[in-house]
C-alpha cells in the first residue's frame, strides 16, 4: 500500500498558476505509475493526467493539454502537477493516485487502474 499527501491546492485568479505535489510512501512507489484525477461539485472523478514510473510517458486529458504538465522524482518519491493558464471550469479536489500495475494500458486512465489515493487538494478559481 502506498500512502499519497497531497499539498499546493488554493484559491487563484483566471489565468494564474499553481502546483500541486503528491508525496508518495510506503510500498515502492518509484516504480508504479501515478496519476492526478478532479472531481468538481456533483460530477464524477475525471482523469487529468499520468506518468510512467520514468517519467518518459506523459499522458493528459484534452481539456488540459497544453497547460498542465505532470513530472515526478522519484529520488524524492514526488509527484507534481504544474497547471497553467487555469479557468474557472478547472475549479475541482484534486486527487492523487497510484497505479494497480507497473504499467497502464490506456492513455485515459480509470480511477479503477489506480488502487491509492491522497485525501485530495482543493482548487479553485476564480474569474
Known amino acids: 500500500q502506498v500512502q499519497l499527501v497531497e499539498s499546493g491546492g488554493g484559491l487563484v485568479q483566471a489565468g494564474g498558476s499553481l502546483r500541486l505535489s503528491c508525496a508518495a510512501s510506503?510500498?515502492?512507489?518509484?516504480?508504479?505509475?501515478m496519476g492526478w484525477f478532479r472531481q468538481a461539485p456533483g460530477k464524477e472523478r475525471e482523469f487529468v493526467a499520468a506518468i510512467n514510473w520514468s517519467g518518459g510517458s506523459t499522458y493528459y486529458a484534452d481539456s488540459v493539454k497544453g497547460r498542465f504538465t505532470i513530472s515526478r522524482d522519484n529520488a524524492k518519491n514526488t509527484v507534481y502537477l504544474q497547471m497553467n493558464s487555469l479557468k474557472p471550469e478547472d475549479t475541482a479536489d484534486y486527487y492523487c493516485?497510484?497505479?494497480?500495475?507497473?504499467?497502464?494500458?490506456?492513455?485515459?486512465?480509470?480511477?479503477?487502474?489506480?488502487?491509492?489515493w491522497g485525501q485530495g487538494t482543493q482548487v479553485t478559481v476564480s474569474s
Open positions: 493516485a497510484a497505479a494497480r500495475a507497473y504499467y497502464l494500458t490506456t492513455p485515459v486512465p480509470r480511477p479503477t487502474d489506480f488502487g491509492s
Open positions: 510506503g510500498r515502492t512507489s518509484s516504480s508504479y505509475p
